[in-house]
């Protein structure tokens, strides 16, 4: 999706201001142009699903939406201010990132670990308040991870490591949430309890200033939790929108580059890759 350049103080039909916008972002790699000229605006209440093939540039769009990584061309704009302007300790009490792979380097508690994340909102000498410490823990039961707050960080599994990851970019409190791959090496029913979190983080009370951008590969809990969904290729073009209009057979068919389909029954609807040989109704990739 090309859109031109909009002001970044643009209101959405509901009225919501504007969380994070993109304005003409080219991202590359290489030789590669990962995404080209893409402007988009995020707002409060929205769980974005980036998607995309390996390599399509899932990664480069968080760490660049977070202000990690320059961009190309373009920039990306947070409450109406470029990420240059925001000073480091306000931009991370603004947005919490977690990254794709995690490797500890050390022995400490799971509890610790997670309150680390608080140090956006530390004051005098650093040192951790009641507050700090019940956010932490809060962060903790919302995962059901309390029963683990005093094991060795080493010793967990690396689904447990993945749902300690989440909890501690939960307890960051900051509105604006950037996951990489947070459902990496769950099983089913922990993705579901993942995104569960997630969707009561972002409804009720706080739907008016939190929103959640996440990468995944499954396009099926995509359709299920995100409410949007940005569609890389990898080539430069991406679809935008919300996600059932975004993750359709035909897009989806087309960016991975496997004919895929969408059965439904009882109700529920799933986009399954299409037999070689089978049925007619498997879309032709183009
Ligand atoms: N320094 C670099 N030089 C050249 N190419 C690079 C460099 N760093 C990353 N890339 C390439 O950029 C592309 C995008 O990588 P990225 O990690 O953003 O993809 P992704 O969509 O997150 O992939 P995956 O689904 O495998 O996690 C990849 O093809 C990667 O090899």
Request: proline share 6%; net charge negative; with cysteine.
């Amino acid at each position: 999706m090309r859109t031109a350049p909009t002001p970044a103080s643009r209101f959405d039909a509901a009225g919501r201001a504007p969380q994070l916008s993109a304005q003409r972002l080219t991202l590359r790699a290489g030789s590669r142009t990962l995404l080209e000229d893409f402007t988009h605006t995020f707002y409060p209440g929205e769980i974005w699903c980036i998607a995309g093939p390996n390599g399509a540039g899932k990664t480069t769009l968080i760490s660049t939406l977070a202000g990690l990584m320059k961009s190309a061309h373009g920039h990306v704009e947070m409450d109406g201010v470029r990420l240059a302007d925001w000073p480091g300790v306000e931009l991370a009490q603004r947005r919490a990132l977690m990254p794709q792979s995690i490797r500890d380097a050390f022995s400490a508690r799971v509890l610790d670990i997670v309150l680390l994340n608080r140090f956006p909102h530390l004051t005098g000498w650093g040192w951790e308040r009641d507050d700090d410490r019940a956010a932490a823990q809060a962060a903790l039961d919302a995962l059901g991870l309390a029963p683990l707050a005093s094991r060795d960080v080493l010793s967990l599994s690396g689904g447990e490591r993945q749902r300690v990851a989440l909890a501690a970019a939960l307890c960051q409190d900051a509105p604006l949430l950037l996951l990489d791959e947070p459902l990496a090496h769950l099983d089913l029913h922990h993705q579901i309890d993942c995104f569960e979190t997630l969707t009561h983080w972002t409804t009720g009370a706080h739907a008016a200033s939190r929103t959640v951008i996440l990468s995944c590969h499954d396009l099926n809990l995509a359709r299920r939790f995100a409410t949007h969904a940005l569609l890389m290729d990898g080539n430069g073009a991406a679809h935008a929108g919300p996600v059932r209009d975004v993750l359709t057979p035909a897009l989806a068919s087309r960016a991975f580059g496997y004919p895929l389909v969408l059965i439904e029954d009882a109700g529920y609807e799933a986009l399954v890759p299409a037999v070689r040989g089978g049925p007619a109704s498997a879309p032709k990739l183009l």
